[in-house]
């Protein structure tokens, strides 16, 4: 089936980058350019940024394709709050904007820059081979990035991401979302749904036949210590996030999808991401990739009308990781 053409998602999120900007001041933001005209909005590293904020921030990283929403849950009395995130168009909201896949870094040292980005910009100037492989380049005259950072970008980075998306640096908005803040928390957690369509595509699943979706996680307290905040935000989606994915594919495809696509699935599952993290010494590329998915999946056959469940959420484990403090 041939989808109408969409409008590109850098064009679809500018909206939603300038109602941020206009209510920067409820929104608890700081909004402010670098030398070269590039649009700073801290969301979190010299201000308390705040819930909203996080929400709007996950619908410009979905590049305006997409609606998260908060809700209380009954599932845990604990830890009621939860972000639900939908879109119809997965691929191209989640792969090619939201994931964090453009990494950025300038100086060496201590003092060196380093961040992963992610929304609509990456469509424009990112090299990352994935986006051969989705035969998809966005075009606008002005683009957004998200950056999960706790330190202000030198404008040298501002400027490479401006010529990467061919674009002068005063087009180009740039939104930091600490991992540490509200803002960053829930911009994170509202990554449930694309962490099981990256799985997918990492288990050779045609992302071309992943055809709707939905997800919730629960909203984590935030803590001012990074490793504590990372497995915190991680665990929130490993632990008890839920995703149903509705794909064009028959019952055994589907089926074998739904058993490998939970968190359990990995030899690494069964403890906070800190202890896991600190167990390989601190080398992200040492965990298993394959652990970062959704606690619970339902894979839905659009073919059949029949539906696969896996995995489950595990209460315990998500209040040892949200009441824990992994600090070294």
């Known amino acids: 089936m041939n989808n109408q053409k969409l409008p590109g998602v850098n ?62 849950s009954s599932v845990s009395r604990q830890w009621s709050w939860h972000v639900d995130v939908h879109t119809s168009n997965p691929v191209r909201s989640f792969v090619a904007s939201q994931y964090a896949g453009w990494s950025l870094s300038h100086g060496e040292g201590k003092g060196a820059f380093q961040a992963l980005g992610s929304g609509p910009a990456r469509a424009m100037g990112s090299k990352e081979p994935l986006f051969e492989e989705l035969a998809y380049r966005d075009k606008a005259d002005n683009a957004s990035l998200v950056l999960e950072v706790d330190a202000i970008p030198p404008v040298e980075v501002a400027e490479a991401v401006a010529s990467r998306c061919n674009i002068s640096g005063q087009d180009l908005t740039l939104i930091l979302t600490p991992t540490s803040s509200l803002s960053g928390a829930v911009q994170i957690v509202s990554r449930v749904l694309e962490t ?55 019952d055994a495809d589907a089926e074998e999808l739904a058993n490998k696509l939970p968190s359990s699935a990995s030899d690494d599952y069964g403890q906070p991401f800190a202890e896991v993290f600190k167990a390989v010494n601190y080398d992200f590329y040492k965990v298993d990739p394959m652990l970062f998915s959704p606690a619970s999946v339902t894979i839905s056959s659009l073919k059949t009308g029949k539906s696969f469940h896996a995995g489950a959420l595990d209460l315990d484990l998500l209040a040892q990781s949200f009441s824990g403090d992994f600090s070294s």
């Open 11 to 72: 064009a679809l999120a500018a909206p939603l980058v300038q109602s941020l900007v206009d209510d920067a001041a409820a929104l608890r933001l700081s909004v402010f350019k670098l030398a070269n005209g590039t649009n700073i909005i801290d969301a979190g590293i010299d201000v308390w940024g705040g819930l909203e904020a996080g929400r709007r921030i996950a619908e410009i990283c979905l590049g305006g394709l997409g609606t998260v929403n908060f809700r209380s």
């Open 196 to 250: 099981a369509l990256h799985k997918a595509h990492a288990l050779k699943f045609p992302l071309e036949k992943i055809i709707d979706g939905s997800g919730c996680a629960p909203v984590c307290p935030p803590s001012k210590d990074f490793l504590t905040a990372m497995s915190r935000t991680n665990d929130a989606i490993l632990f008890a996030g839920r995703v149903q994915l509705f794909v064009d594919a028959d």
